[in-house]
Structures are given as structure tokens and as C-alpha cells.
């Protein structure tokens, strides 16, 4: 039947039979005129009822919302034959409470309970879930309560805690929906969404790599349809953006992409690696790095992340050291629970540790994302105060202690499972798959969300572009100013590293150093087709950064970071000199004592990169140069801190021979063009000499 005529047909169908409520039995003397209509529908609604009674013996939802939906499609068909059948309806109402569209129930079992209040001794319980799924919050306490008196406290003890559960979630629906968050939804565009589910959206820091899962049909030559008797799996598809434009989205290399479900999970801050679940053991987790402009084969992750039970998601810290992921391995709280593990001194995994009951509940918690702060932990759970279903909730690690999960709030919660949430480094932006949108392209479409903070004087407006859900008319502000976020307490620096005379990309090894701690925090690689760079830091530390490559000067500069500064982000290209006479090092992490030449401890780090310079390049002489950089900067004192570094070179082993030290006057000291920060009014670099 032609679905527009099949549509048209229910909706009026629907606003009549509501008005004319009598039930009408599934029998071919109701239908005398119409035999062959009849015995088509009676065809349908038999197949739905064979799914129906198959699917209804199974008490796990899982494997309800697999099957059940199967049952919407041939009792659509029968309904558009007799729309005043109770049975049909409640079977309908309730095979849509399984779907991605469970909004579509409420009216059936509506009106099934107009039909015939007894239909189903089932009917209050999946009525109150309607009511919850459309956000009638109270109807659906009252006939949660209705139903709670028909259980019995001994046999029905696990149904009750169910019902009870429902009704503290709609308690808790009640209270968000009337402080909704202000937040903007945009599709992601057609280069990113399709007609089939695209679910899954993972960007990497900066907002230029996004990584999807979509089960879109891979058409074979020549075909214009897909394979009905072939299921649709889950790829990975990549975009990059482009001029502020995502790129139409390409799946990734069959080496990654199988005849198997591979679901992306999380990308790294600078977008060079990425992981992804398999079908192994219902879910094990891998990881592909990018070489160059290829991805690398996936890597199983350990046994101490992978185990016989299923880990469903995964999350990188800023570092790189800490994986935090999803699993429901024995002896957890509940079903499914967040664990981490860190990274030791050898490169090598820990022990997984769970992260604790503040956040993990008895109940199942779905996946999780790390802010590239370091301390926000955004995860989806069925527990805490959820409305529904899955709830995107957030913590903050203060201390060694996770705040209490707070609820991300409607409309980016709703009664639906609202399961998976990326962000931005600068946490403004994010990115979610939801079904429940209006004008959804497909089965599940992607969603940029934009957060604009606190509610200032707004213009309202009600367009179905700003709007959640059909069943969500809530204002929306549009024409407002840029308002202050309280915004994550992190910087993010990225650049492009060149050979400074052939201006040619070069895949270097970067550290990024505590200083006063005098430890790297964390090695990466630029990548080598692009030379590109990234790097995501938490506030509140004096950061160095060295870049490094063999036979080349290495480049370093400094980050101090306030404990209270906001969100900022850096662009720092880098070219990197041959290491040859001629050539120049200036050094950003060498600090003093004001207006002294001591030597802080901060200065090792930096120090040390330079003696093991030295040594590897036994041939090289060197010129530690002092250069005041203002007009209250003294010749004298710039010359004492170039003999102080000397000093300490000639005291770790290197032959004074080959060193000597000069402080400039201000006129004769050259500006160096990769000085990024001065030390107070001082600079300090290294001119490599001739033998």
C-alpha cells in the first residue's frame, strides 16, 4: 500500500474511531464486503501476532526491542482495515513502545482503553509508559499507581521495584522539564546523515575529524536497492571539515569496516587514533592509529580493558594514560559499569578499577566521554535522577572524589534512551544521534548541539527546527548575544611542524613537561603526511612543550596556565632547523630567580634536553646567548644567566671547549621569530657555531 495513502488513512482513521469508540472483533462478518481486504488484513495481523506471542515470552528488553518492532509494520497494515479493534491496539501501542518511536503508542493504547478498559490486565502498566514517553508526567503516575495495586507484594516484589523506578523517573521528568537547559539542535547535514541509522558521533579536540557508525546499504554495482535478505551491519564512516563544512562522510578501509558491526566509540583529542567495538564476545574494544594518511590495522586492547564480558564504550583522558570504558564483567554495582585503568611506567596497562558507586548504580550504566580537562566525565545511565530510559548526566573529579552526577536536563535528556554525548574541547559544542527529532532523514540522524549558558532576556520561537521531539514545544531563544560560559579550565595548543629551510611536513616526537614537577606528562607524534599537532592541557600548571626530531634543533616554548583561566586555544607553528652551524635554539623553559642568574629546578627539565644534545653531537660548539628584551633589562644580568647555563652544561659533562657565553646589550640582541614568551624582561638561546 502506498505508505503517504497508508499514513493519511491512519490519521483519520485515528480521529474518528476515537469519537466512535466501539470495539469491532477480527472476524470476516465484519468485513463481508470487503473479503479480499479482509483476508490480506487477517494475513498481516496474523504475522504480527505470531511476532507478538514469540517476543512476549522473552523478559529481556533487549531482545524485546530487537523483535517487537518486526510487529509494527503487518499490524499497521491490518489496522488500516479496522482501526476499532482493542487487541489490535494495545498490541500496536505496546510493539511501539519497543521501537526508536515510542512517542507513536500513546494514541493506540488510548485508544484501546476506549475499546475495551480489559483488553490486556497489562494495559495501565504500558499506558503509564506512553504517558512517561510523551512527557504527560502525572497521567503516567496515576496509571503506574493503578497498576502497582493489581501486583501482588510476594510474586510481583521485581515488577514493583520496575513500576517504582518508572515513577520517580517521571517525578523526575516533571521537575527538568520545567527548567529546560538552553541548548540549539542542527542536523549535521547530508554529508553526514543518511536515509538508514547513523548513530554514534564521535570529533576529535578542535572540531575537524568527526568519526560516525552508520548501517547505510554499501549498494553493489548496478544495484539501485538494498539486499532485503542481507542485514545491515554497522561501519565507521570519517568526515573532515573543511572551510566550516564537514565533508561528504567515506566509510573507513575494509581492513577496519567487515561483514561484522564495528561501532566507533571515541576519537582522541588531536584525532590520531581512535576505538571501536567488535562483535567479539558481544563487544570487545579496539584501536586504530593514523599513519600519515592511513589508518592502521585494529589492535585488540588488553585483557585488563577486554574481558569475556561485553565493554560497550571507552574514553581517552587528555593524556592518553588514563581509559576509562564500559563493562559488564561480574561483581559490579549494577548491569554495566564505568571502570578506568592507567597506564605504568613501561607503557603497560593496569588493573581495572571500578570508578565507584557515586557514579556507577544498581542500574546500567552505557557509555562514557572524558573532557579534555582532565577532571569532566560525561556518562549515559538508566540510574541517578534519569527521566527515562538512558540519561547523559556529568561529574567532576575534584581530589580523588567525583562530584554528584548532574543531569544534563532537558531537551538533551528526554524519556527516550539519550545514551551517547562528544564535546568540544571548549565544551559549547556537541554532538548526539537521536531519532527524536523532527524531519529525522533517517532511522537515527546526528546532531550538532550548541549550549548557550545562562538565560539572559529572549526572544521566543516555536519553529519545528529548534525542537526535540514532537511531543517537546518548548520555546527556543534565537537572536541573542554571545553569552559567558563557565567553560572547561583547559588550553588547547596545535600547530603544523615544517623543516624550516624545505618548509615540508615532519612527523616530530612531542613532550609536554610538567615544569615544576619536572616529568613528561605525555609523548605524541605530529602526524607525517600533514605534520599537524594537537594537544589538550588542564589549567592550573606550568607547562613546557619540546619538539623534537633526529638531526634537527629541537624547538620549546612554555604554557603557564592559571588554575582559574577559562578555555583558550593556541596556534603554534613550528619549523624545525637542521641541526648545523648557523643554525639557533631558543629556550622557553629556562627560569631563574628574579633579578638573579640561580637557577630554578624548573629549568632540569630543559637543561637535560640540551646536555643530551650535546652529547649526540659530539662535533657541535656552541654559543649560550643572553638577550635582554626591554629597556630595564641589563647587559650584566643577561650575561650571568648565559654563564649560569654554561655553568651547568660544563658541570653535566660537556667540554667547556666547545662552549662560550655572551650577554647582549639591548641593540645588539636579535629577535628571535619563534619567541613565544619571555622570561621577565630576558631571553636565553643557543647559536650553533662553526667547528
Not at 501476532?49 to 515470552?57: L, M, P, Q, R, Y
Not at 554532538?431 to 524531519?439: E, F, P, Q
Not at 616529568?519 to 592541557?537: D, I, K, R, W
Given at each position: ?8 488513512l ?20 465484519n ?16 504475522e ?11 523478559t ?33 501501542g505496546?510493539?511501539?513502545l519497543?521501537?526508536?518511536q ?54 510481583g ?22 527548567k ?25 579536540a ?8 552508520s548501517?547505510r ?16 551491519q ?6 573532515t ?29 588531536d ?20 599513519k ?9 586492547l ?22 576509562y ?20 611506567a ?22 562514557v ?15 541517578h ?5 538512558y ?13 554528584e ?31 527524536r ?66 618548509k ?31 594537544v ?5 600548571k ?20 592559571p ?18 652551524a648557523?643554525g ?46 626591554s ?10 644567566r ?13 667540554n667547556?671547549?666547545?662552549?662560550q657565553?655572551?650577554g ?26 662553526a667547528?
Amino acid at each position: 500500500m502506498d505508505m503517504k495513502k497508508l499514513a493519511l488513512l491512519l490519521g483519520c482513521s485515528l480521529s474518528v474511531s476515537l469519537a466512535m469508540a466501539q470495539n469491532v472483533e477480527f472476524v470476516k462478518e465484519n468485513f463481508a464486503q470487503n473479503k479480499d481486504g479482509f483476508k490480506e488484513a487477517k494475513k498481516r495481523l496474523d504475522e504480527g501476532n505470531d511476532i507478538f506471542a514469540a517476543t512476549s515470552k522473552k523478559t529481556d528488553d533487549t531482545y524485546r526491542q530487537k523483535f517487537y518492532k518486526d510487529a509494527v509494520a503487518p499490524y499497521l497494515d491490518a489496522y488500516a482495515l479496522n482501526p476499532n479493534n482493542a487487541l489490535l491496539n494495545y498490541r500496536l501501542g505496546v510493539a511501539y513502545l519497543f521501537t526508536d518511536q515510542k512517542a507513536k503508542a500513546l494514541p493506540y493504547l488510548e485508544k484501546a482503553k476506549k475499546l475495551n478498559p480489559s483488553v490486556d490486565p497489562e494495559l495501565s502498566f504500558y499506558l503509564a509508559r506512553a504517558y512517561q514517553m510523551n512527557m504527560e508526567w502525572q497521567k503516567a503516575v496515576t496509571d503506574y499507581k493503578k497498576y502497582l495495586a493489581t501486583l501482588s507484594t510476594d510474586k510481583g516484589r521485581a515488577k514493583v521495584d520496575v513500576v517504582n523506578k518508572y515513577i520517580r523517573e517521571s517525578l523526575s521528568g516533571e521537575k527538568l522539564e520545567k527548567k529546560p537547559v538552553r541548548v540549539f539542535f542542527d542536523k549535521a547535514g547530508e554529508t553526514i546523515n543518511s536515509r538508514f541509522a547513523d548513530t554514534q558521533p564521535v570529533v576529535n579536540a578542535d572540531e575537524t575529524v568527526m568519526l560516525f557508525s552508520s548501517r547505510r546499504a554499501v549498494l553493489a554495482e548496478g544495484k539501485t536497492q538494498p539486499d532485503k535478505d542481507k542485514p545491515l551491519q554497522d561501519d565507521i564512516y570519517i568526515s573532515t571539515k573543511v572551510n566550516g563544512q564537514w565533508t561528504p562522510a567515506k566509510p573507513l578501509d575494509k581492513h577496519i569496516n567487515t561483514d561484522k558491526n564495528e561501532v566507533v566509540v571515541a576519537i582522541s583529542p588531536d584525532g590520531q587514533r581512535f576505538l571501536f567495538t567488535g562483535d567479539e564476545n558481544d563487544g570487545n574494544l579496539y584501536e586504530c592509529v593514523l599513519k600519515g594518511n592511513e589508518w592502521s590495522k585494529p589492535d585488540e586492547l588488553p585483557k585488563e580493558i577486554n574481558s569475556s564480558a561485553r565493554e560497550s564504550s571507552a574514553t581517552y583522558s587528555y593524556d592518553g594514560k588514563t581509559l576509562y570504558f564500559v563493562s559488564d564483567r561480574a561483581n559490579g554495582i549494577g548491569k554495566g559499569d564505568i571502570y578506568f585503568v592507567v597506564l605504568d611506567a613501561k607503557g603497560n596497562w593496569g588493573k581495572a578499577v571500578s570508578a565507584g558507586p557515586k557514579i556507577n548504580t544498581a542500574y546500567d550504566e552505557g557509555a562514557v566521554f572524558m573532557l579534555p580537562d582532565g577532571k569532566t566525565l560525561y556518562f549515559s545511565s538508566e540510574g541517578h535522577n534519569s527521566m527515562g530510559g538512558y540519561d547523559i548526566f556529568k561529574s567532576v573529579l575534584e581530589n580523588g572524589q567525583w562530584s554528584e552526577p548532574e543531569n544534563l536536563g532537558y531537551p538533551v535528556n528526554t524519556p527516550e534512551d539519550d545514551k551517547f554525548l562528544t564535546l568540544t574541547a571548549n565544551g559549547r559544542y556537541g554532538y548526539m544521534a537521536s531519532s527524536r527529532l523532527d524531519k529525522s532523514q533517517g532511522e537515527s540522524d546526528i546532531y550538532r548541539l550548541t549550549f548557550i549558558g545562562a538565560e539572559k532576556h529572549m526572544v521566543l520561537n516555536t519553529s519545528d527546527d529548534l525542537i526535540a521531539s514532537t511531543s517537546m514545544q518548548v520555546p527556543q531563544p534565537v537572536s541573542m548575544p554571545v553569552l559567558d560560559l563557565k567553560t572547561p579550565q583547559t588550553i588547547l595548543v596545535q600547530g603544523i611542524i615544517l623543516d624550516a629551510k624545505t618548509k615540508k611536513p615532519l612527523e616530530a616526537k612531542v613532550e609536554v613537561i610538567d615544569n615544576l614537577r619536572k616529568e613528561v606528562v605525555t609523548t605524541f607524534t605530529s602526524n607525517s603526511a600533514t605534520g599537524h599537532y594537537l594537544v589538550t592541557l588542564p589549567a592550573g600548571k606550568n607547562y613546557g612543550l619540546a619538539i623534537k626530531r633526529d638531526d634537527y634543533i629541537f624547538h620549546s616554548s612554555h604554557f603557564n596556565v592559571p588554575a582559574t583561566a577559562g578555555f583558550k586555544q593556541v596556534n603554534q607553528p613550528v619549523q624545525l632547523q637542521p641541526l648545523e652551524a648557523g643554525g639557533v635554539l631558543p629556550l622557553h623553559n629556562i627560569f631563574f630567580e628574579e633579578g638573579k642568574a640561580a637557577l630554578l629546578p624548573e629549568a632540569t627539565y630543559e637543561l637535560k634536553g640540551l646536555v643530551a644534545l650535546l652529547n649526540d653531537k659530539k662535533s657541535l660548539r656552541v654559543e649560550v646567548a643572553g638577550l635582554p628584551q626591554s629597556q630595564d633589562a641589563t647587559q650584566s644580568l643577561a650575561e650571568s644567566r648565559a654563564k649560569a647555563v654554561l655553568d651547568y652544561l660544563v658541570a653535566n659533562g660537556i667540554n667547556a671547549k666547545r662552549l662560550q657565553s655572551k650577554g647582549y646589550a639591548l641593540a645588539d640582541a636579535t629577535a628571535t621569530p619563534e619567541k613565544i614568551l619571555p622570561v621577565e624582561d630576558y631571553g636565553l638561546e643557543i647559536r650553533f657555531l662553526a667547528k
